[in-house]
């Protein structure tokens, strides 16, 4: 029986890890990664103490912190059910059962499909969710971001350095996200902006050659090697079957983290907390934890 179980460890997973480590509790963190979006991202130059680090080395910064606890750990494991009965919280996985007398949902959020012809075909063959991963694949390849938010400004913004040429694919009529980000893309001779423009299609024989785009009543194929798909993301709370979600399913909380049901609390970008930010979910988690904590010392078990 676990004093508390933390589902996720990203920014918000693993700061909660840090500080139930420091108040002794008896700890399980259950994940299927390390590091989370974090781990995705490119220049990050907006998290305090660091003016300037990119997302993988912050990621494994978060990691070394943990790591330095004696903090049990589920690498490469999936919750996928969350339920509590009487004072036990019972946490499934697609490899064993867990008990707990609290738990954190900090699991995070995922890449959103196009869902579209072709685009199941050729992931991974030339389609790809994460520009941090892949994009050294595509060198000299002209490549096509979807999207017109912050994601895709990073993503284009790397894949500047790396590509011959980069298309965005904006559904709107002008891109969105940070101003500084925007105009550095606006500004590159390298990028071509297709605003009110639809993916229809992901074409190609083995690999990813060409995408098909919608404007107005205009259909046409650009030819290319690459696309990065960045066009938002989905919560992680498939599993939270009894938790009340908003209509986004993100996961509905209070201002200590508490959900819907007592003892079950829920930190980062699976929550309705606004704004996602590396600096936000850690915040969350540190809340999360100290939430768990009390509601440990004020019941009897």
């Known amino acids: 029986m676990y004093d508390l179980i933390i589902i996720g460890a990203g920014p918000a997973g693993i700061t909660a890890s840090v500080y139930a480590a420091r108040k002794k509790m008896n700890l399980l963190v259950i994940s299927k990664d390390i590091g989370g979006q974090a781990a995705?991202?490119?220049?990050?130059?907006?998290?305090?103490?660091?003016q300037f680090i990119t997302g993988p080395e912050l990621a494994q910064k978060f990691e070394e912190h943990m790591r330095k606890y004696d903090i049990a750990l589920k690498e490469n494991e999936e919750v996928i059910e969350l339920k509590k009965a009487g004072d036990v919280v019972v946490v499934k996985t697609d490899k064993g059962a867990y008990e707990t007398r609290t738990a954190i949902i900090a699991s995070g959020k995922r890449s959103?499909?196009?869902?579209?012809?072709?685009?199941?075909?050729f992931k991974n063959r030339g389609l790809t969710y994460c520009a941090t991963c892949d994009g050294p694949l595509f060198a000299g390849k002209d490549v096509a971001v979807i999207g017109g938010g912050n994601s895709a400004l990073d993503a284009a913004l790397q894949m500047i350095n790396i590509a011959k040429r980069v298309y965005i694919i904006?559904?709107?009529s002008a891109l969105g996200g940070d101003?500084?980000?925007r105009q550095k893309v606006e500004?590159?001779?390298k990028v071509a902006i297709f605003n009110n423009a639809q993916v229809t299609a992901i074409l190609g024989d083995k690999m990813v050659n060409a995408?098909?785009?919608?404007?107005g009543d205009k259909e046409e194929a650009l030819l290319l090697q690459g696309v990065f798909v960045e066009i938002g993301l989905m919560p992680?709370?498939?599993?939270?079957?009894?938790?009340?979600?908003?209509?986004?399913?993100?996961?509905?909380?209070?201002?200590?983290n508490g959900t819907n049901i007592p003892g079950i609390f829920a930190a980062g970008d699976v929550t309705d907390v606004p704004e996602k930010q590396i600096i936000i979910a850690a915040g969350e988690g540190?809340?999360?934890?100290?939430?768990?904590?009390?509601?440990l010392a004020q019941h009897k078990f």
């Open 40 to 50: 995705w991202s490119g220049d990050i130059e907006n998290y305090t103490g660091y």
């Open 112 to 121: 959103r499909e196009l869902n579209v012809p072709g685009e199941k075909e």
């Open 170 to 172: 904006n559904i709107t």
């Open 179 to 181: 101003a500084i980000m």
């Open 187 to 189: 500004a590159n001779d």
């Open 211 to 215: 995408i098909k785009i919608k404007k």
């Open 236 to 256: 992680n709370s498939e599993f939270t079957k009894d938790i009340e979600k908003n209509q986004l399913g993100e996961i509905k909380v209070t201002s200590s």
């Open 286 to 295: 540190s809340k999360a934890c100290l939430s768990a904590f009390r509601y």
